[in-house]
């Protein structure tokens, strides 16, 4: 396959990044290059910046139904190219490509999605206390809004922040993460031919470190949609703060999977697997904790110990692959120290098998751990990689507060049988996405998604919250007496 190239894309002109270059190796073979990411300087942030601003005007005068026709075509387009997009996001971090389709679908359909509100009702109409007063809300775009995204879900991520900013009437200037900016630049190279107005989306690549700082502090924006770790996120929160700009984070995740003795453990036990171990592990909404009552333990922990001995470690090309690689030399390294922790500190109930070809990658074979306290890194630390722990819980009571032990709050899911149970910890737990027998990852793209504590700045994206986020709210009021 041939080498891919990162690019920039600002004002609608393709411009390469010349701060340096960085190869990106497949990490499911790391003798295979997949390509070369150009990394940007201030400069280019500063273009970008400009660049949104001077095409906000025109796009944010357009209707509702005027932007949907441009998203429509982005879906078109995206869902013409979802196989070269899958295949090229599995090379670039690893996720198995089944899971890539899965993904990329979800992005056309959130294109579809919030183009659709292009001509939904926006506001209410609110009686007014004086004759012939016409009072009214209507929402609308906030300006130029930055959008920071992780590598992990490559495609989806980026989408249900670009396309309702896109239809609320923003002008968007995007930086992905270094290790999934090959696929941004396919991304955009698709919107591109869609016909997407020049300077509409504005994508700049490079490190974090260097041109994130400059997005946040010294460009002119108007909001912040940022999805990564609990430490950017709360950088980024302190310097939208500190401009008064409107800001989302979506942080770190330590989600809870509860058990309960009268679960149908043939149901929750795939669940389990799948939401502890599909991508790694590399979700926000993982299950990384899986807490189940005394009643039950060991049979559960034997079940388990069954189910992922079955599953498949292999090549994120490879269909039948259930989890890949994890996706870089640095998610290896900081995942490793958590398997060597495991090993040194906790029992190792269950594991799944090697890689059964030899391959040079970033494969660790999925481990749940037992016997850790509550307190334990193990239990309180993401780990973002295939490794989760079991912890015993004397009741439901127990197995809540047991969940509700984190600084987190993203996801939680119980499997019972019991009603009561099932909207007790409804109520109970600490999460902003609350499942019972689903697993914790996989909410769809029409429901609000987002955490509590520190997991998020306590507003949502995806489903309609997303309009709200992108838009603000004017009163109007009219006398026509
Ligand atoms: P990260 O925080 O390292 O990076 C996220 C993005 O921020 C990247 O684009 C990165 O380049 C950028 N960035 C880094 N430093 C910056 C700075 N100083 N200023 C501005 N931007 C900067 O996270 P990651 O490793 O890419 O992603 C994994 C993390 O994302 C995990 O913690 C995971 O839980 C979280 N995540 C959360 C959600 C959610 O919705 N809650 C979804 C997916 C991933």
Not at 261 to 268: Q, R, T
Not at 387 to 405: H, K, S
Request: proline share 5%.
């Amino acid at each position: 396959m041939g080498l891919n190239s990162s690019k920039n894309w600002i004002g609608g002109e393709w411009i390469a990044p010349n701060a340096g270059e960085l190869v990106i190796k497949n990490p499911s073979d790391s003798t295979e290059e997949v390509g070369v990411l150009h990394l940007s300087d201030a400069s280019q942030v500063v273009q970008a910046a400009q660049a949104a601003r001077s095409a906000l005007p025109a796009w944010s005068r357009l209707t509702g139904a005027g932007r949907a026709d441009y998203l429509y075509k982005m879906a078109n387009a995206l869902e013409a190219n979802l196989t070269e997009i899958a295949t090229l996001a599995s090379r670039e971090m690893g996720k198995p490509i089944g899971e890539m389709r899965g993904e990329t679908m979800r992005g056309v359909n959130l294109l579809r999605y919030y183009a659709a509100e292009g001509v939904r009702a926006n506001g209410v109409v609110i009686p007014s206390s004086e004759t012939n007063v016409l009072q009214y809300t209507k929402k609308v775009p906030l300006g130029v809004v930055g959008v920071i995204t992780p590598w992990n879900f490559p495609v989806a991520i980026p989408i249900w922040k670009i396309a309702p900013a896109l239809i609320c009437g923003n002008t968007v200037i995007w930086k992905p993460a270094e290790f999934a900016s090959l696929t941004a630049t396919r991304l955009a190279e698709i919107f591109a031919s869609a016909g997407l107005p020049a300077g509409a989306l504005n994508l700049v690549i490079g490190k974090g470190s260097t041109i994130g700082d400059v997005l946040l502090e010294q460009v002119n924006l108007n909001a912040v949609s940022f999805t990564g770790s609990t430490n950017t996120g709360m950088r980024v929160a302190q310097a939208c703060a500190s401009r008064n700009i409107k800001y989302q984070t979506e942080m770190g995740g330590k989600n809870a999977a509860i058990v309960l003795s009268d679960a149908d453990l043939d149901k929750a036990i795939p669940m389990i697997l799948s939401g502890a171990f599909r991508s790694a592990g590399q979700k926000c909404t993982a299950t990384s904790r899986i807490i189940v009552e005394s009643a039950i333990y060991h049979p559960f922990v034997e079940a388990l110990n069954r189910a992922v001995a079955g599953i498949k470690l292999a090549p994120a090309l490879d269909p039948g692959a259930y989890l890949g690689p994890v996706a870089s030399a640095s998610q290896f390294k900081s995942v490793m120290s958590y398997v060597n922790m495991a090993r040194e500190q906790a029992d190792i109930v269950a594991e799944g098998p090697a890689l059964a070809e030899a391959k040079e990658g970033n494969y660790i074979r999925p481990i749940v751990a037992a016997g850790v306290d509550a307190d334990h890194p193990l239990v309180q630390e993401e780990i973002f990689g295939p490794v989760a722990t079991v912890l015993e819980a004397r009741n439901f009571e127990d197995a809540i507060a047991l969940c509700n032990r984190t600084e987190f709050g993203l996801s939680a899911s119980l499997f019972t049988r019991n009603l009561a149970h099932a909207h007790r910890f409804l109520d109970e737990a600490e999460a902003g996405m609350v499942r019972v027998n689903q697993e914790s990852a996989g909410v769809e793209y029409q429901s609000p998604f987002g955490g509590m504590k520190m997991s998020s700045s306590h507003s949502r994206e995806q489903g309609q919250a997303a309009l709200d986020f992108y838009t603000e709210t004017k009163t109007c009021a009219i006398s026509y007496a």
